[in-house]
């Protein structure tokens, strides 16, 4: 999978700050994956490819290394619910 196209966008985001950026980024991508999912690519799809997308940029960027260790931060982070918008009951 090519990251130019990932490198192309985060360099032609607007200066401001880390917060503001990341703000711009989720709408943006939010407008995207509505607009993916409105033409028919079914909503897993749509998320395991913006995965794989991201996974592809971060090894690009930082090395597998990096990647795999921030890959298994992540999963902690999904077991103790903080990707959810209602906790599950204990």
């Known amino acids: 999978m090519e990251t130019?196209?990932?490198?192309k966008h985060v360099t032609a985001?607007?200066?401001?700050?880390d917060e503001e950026q990341r703000k711009l980024?989720?709408?943006m991508f939010n407008e995207y994956w509505a607009d993916a999912v409105g033409k028919g690519i079914p909503f897993d799809t749509v998320g395991t490819?913006?995965?794989a997308a991201?996974?592809?940029a971060l090894v690009a960027k930082h090395g597998?290394?990096?990647t795999a260790e921030f890959v298994q931060d992540l999963?902690?982070?999904v077991l103790q619910d903080e990707f959810t918008s209602q906790k599950r009951a204990n």
């Open 64 to 66: 597998p290394e990096t």
């Open 4 to 7: 130019a196209v990932v490198q």
């Open 54 to 56: 991201a996974l592809f």
């Open 13 to 17: 985001l607007p200066p401001g700050s």
């Open 25 to 27: 980024c989720f709408e």
């Open 49 to 51: 490819m913006s995965i």
């Open 75 to 77: 999963a902690k982070s």
